[in-house]
């Protein structure tokens, strides 16, 4: 059964798109899809981990722009992330929290998903509470309904003392 849609999507594109559209979509798919080994995503973040020595206080890192692929309707959604946390023992440079968020972001996944997987990327790696927070659009509702409609997923990982985590809510 599966293979007779992909059969008849197969013609679909052929049928209705210029002779390399197809070689064009793949490339592109391949891009979109490149973040699934974490190997040079851990070897990047390792070099932007720095010793916390006198930083006892919140850490916000906003707007940080992305797209991805949604699971259900391989159609993409876009939006921004918020990111907080409470560094103890290590900190991590601001370039690397959108290297982060862009590397995770090219898979197909649900939004609930990728918040999932920032917050506890960024908690293993920095060994601290973590709060993530994604807005985003959906182009399939864009399609289905023609309104622009935001969806907001948030995570916090680790151990949270509840004065911090209502400023996190707070600010956020």
Not at 70 to 75: A, I, S
Not at 109 to 136: G, M, S
């Amino acid at each position: 059964m599966r293979s007779e849609h992909l059969k008849r999507a197969e013609e679909l594109i052929l049928k209705y798109t210029e002779e390399r559209t197809p070689i064009r979509f793949l490339t592109l798919l391949e891009n979109f899809t490149s973040g699934y080994s974490l190997r040079a995503l851990d070897k990047s973040i390792s070099t932007g981990i720095v010793k916390n020595k006198s930083i006892n206080h919140l850490i916000f890192v906003e707007d940080i722009r992305f797209f991805s692929l949604c699971k259900h309707h391989l159609m993409p959604f876009y939006g921004t992330v918020k990111i907080a946390y409470f560094p103890k023992k290590s900190l991590l440079g601001i370039s690397k929290f959108v290297r982060i968020v862009n590397h995770f972001s090219r898979r197909f996944q649900l939004q609930e998903e990728l918040t999932q997987n920032i917050a506890n990327y960024l908690h293993q790696k920095l060994n601290c509470p973590v709060y993530t927070k994604i807005t985003a659009t959906h182009t399939c509702t864009l399609l289905k309904t023609s309104q622009a409609i935001n969806f907001t997923t948030q995570v916090f990982v680790g151990d949270w003392f509840d004065e911090i985590r209502n400023e996190v809510i707070s600010r956020t």
